[in-house]
C-alpha cells in the first residue's frame, strides 16, 4: 500500500505520517514512511540537497530547486518505496510530485508542462498511482499562527524560501492546492483541530475502503484515483 500525505504548509503532515505509521506497525504491518523533500533523511546525499533548497541563502532559481526535489524525490523511491513495496510493505511519503507543481509552477513561474515532463521522465509510472491521498489543509489565520512556531535543529523553518513569503503567497498556494483536489477528486481534510481530531478524519478516509483491501491482499479493488495521466492544472 503506497499512501501520500500532502497540503500546504503547516498543516501536520509530517506529525499524521509518524501516527499514521505508529498504527499500522501497532497492526504488525511493516511500513516505511519518509519526506520527499529529504529534510529529515539520514542520508548523507540526499540531506545536503535538502539543505540547498531549505537552508541556504543563496540566489537559486526556480527551475533548479524543481530538478534538486526531483533529485530527491527519485532517489528516495528508489532506495525506499520501491523495496517496500516490492516486499508487501506499507509506503508513507509526505508531499508527492503536487508539492513541485504547486509551489515551483504556480508559486514561482515555473512552466507546469515543463515541470510534469520532467517528472514523467524520470519517476516510474507507479510513483503516480498511489493508492490514497491525503490532502490537508487549514484556514489562512491557523496557518500563519502554525508557520510562526515551527522550528527545526538544522535552519531557521521560517526564513525558508516558500514560508518566508507573505500572505498573499500562501493564499495563491492554498488556492491552488483545493484546484489540485477538484481535479483530481480528492476530498480534503481540515486539519485545524488538534493533532488526533485530524488523525481520526484520515484513519475515517483510510478505513472503509483501503485498510479493508489491505488486509484481505486484493488488488483489484483499488481506488480510481489515477495519476499516471500527469494532467497540467
Known amino acids: 500500500m503506497y499512501i501520500?500525505?500532502?497540503g500546504q504548509d503547516g498543516t501536520g503532515k509530517d506529525t499524521q505520517a509518524k501516527k499514521l505509521k505508529e498504527y499500522f506497525e501497532s497492526q504488525g504491518k511493516k511500513v516505511v514512511a519518509y519526506a520527499e523533500s529529504g529534510t529529515a533523511s539520514e542520508d548523507e546525499f540526499i540531506s545536503e540537497i535538502a539543505k540547498l533548497n531549505y537552508g541556504s541563502k543563496q540566489d537559486i532559481d526556480h527551475r533548479t530547486r524543481v530538478l534538486l526535489y526531483l533529485v530527491n524525490r527519485y532517489e528516495q523511491w528508489r532506495k525506499l518505496a520501491e523495496p517496500a513495496l516490492k516486499n508487501g510493505d506499507i509506503v508513507i511519503t509526505t508531499r508527492c510530485w503536487f508539492s513541485t507543481l504547486i509551489y515551483e509552477g504556480y508559486g514561482g513561474g515555473v512552466s507546469k508542462s515543463l515541470i510534469t515532463k520532467l517528472h514523467k521522465t524520470v519517476m516510474p509510472g507507479s510513483y503516480f498511482n498511489p493508492d490514497?491521498?491525503?490532502?490537508?489543509t487549514i484556514p489562512e489565520a491557523e496557518q500563519q499562527k502554525r508557520l510562526g512556531t515551527q522550528t527545526d535543529k538544522k535552519w531557521d523553518r521560517k526564513q525558508e524560501v516558500w514560508k518566508s513569503k507573505g500572505n498573499e503567497f500562501q493564499r495563491k498556494i492554498n488556492a491552488a492546492y483545493l484546484?489540485?483536489?477538484?481535479?483530481y477528486d480528492i476530498k480534503p481534510v481540515d486539519a485545524s483541530g488538534t493533532i488526533e481530531e485530524v488523525f481520526n478524519k484520515i484513519?475515517?478516509?483510510?478505513?472503509p475502503h483501503f485498510l479493508a483491501t489491505y488486509a484481505a491482499n486484493d488488488s483489484s479493488e483499488k481506488d480510481d484515483l489515477v495519476l499516471g495521466e500527469l494532467r497540467v492544472v
Not at 490514497?132 to 490537508?136: A, E, F, G, H
Not at 484513519?203 to 478505513?207: F, N
Open 179 to 183: 484546484k489540485i483536489a477538484k481535479e
Open 4 to 6: 501520500v500525505i500532502e
Open 203 to 207: 484513519l475515517e478516509q483510510l478505513e
Open 132 to 136: 490514497k491521498i491525503i490532502l490537508l
